[in-house]
């Protein structure tokens, strides 16, 4: 079956760096869209990238957009979020989600189009 497994959170000072990995099973990863997700407490989930690994093309939101990395290495079927330059307002918990469509502005806007979700690992920052 199809999983999906976070990994890299952690507590880290403002201006530091975490890479996340999402590693996955269960399905063809190039042929489909891995997207990193964050919710914070009494917030809604929001998009934070997307990588359609079949050409690599990638979308991120504004928010993170020039101090976040996406990249996929489809022979180990993981999916990786650099984060640099966190700032506080990055804590969050962060969900990898996969959908079998291309990852697009949109599909960042919509994450209940995604069928199968992580389960979230916790990134803080301090300030």
């Known amino acids: 079956q199809v999983q999906l497994v976070e990994s890299g959170g952690g507590l880290v000072q403002h201006g530091g760096s975490l890479r996340l990995s999402c590693a996955t099973s269960?399905?063809?990863?190039?042929?489909?869209?891995i997207g990193w997700f964050r919710q914070a407490p009494g917030k809604e989930r929001e998009g934070v990238s997307c990588?359609?690994?079949?050409?690599?093309?990638?979308h991120y939101d504004g928010s993170v957009r020039g101090r976040f990395t996406i990249s996929s290495d489809n022979a180990k079927n993981t999916v990786y979020l650099q984060m640099n330059s966190l700032k506080p307002e990055d804590t969050a918990v962060y969900y990898c989600?996969?959908?079998?469509?291309?990852?697009?502005?949109?599909?960042?806007?919509?994450?209940?189009?995604?069928?199968?979700w992580g389960q979230g690992t916790q990134v803080t920052v301090s300030s």
């Open positions: 989600a996969t959908g079998r469509f291309q990852c697009t502005f949109s599909s960042l806007r919509n994450y209940r189009w995604y069928n199968y």
């Open positions: 269960g399905f063809t990863l190039n042929a489909y869209n």
């Open positions: 990588i359609s690994t079949s050409d690599g093309s990638t």
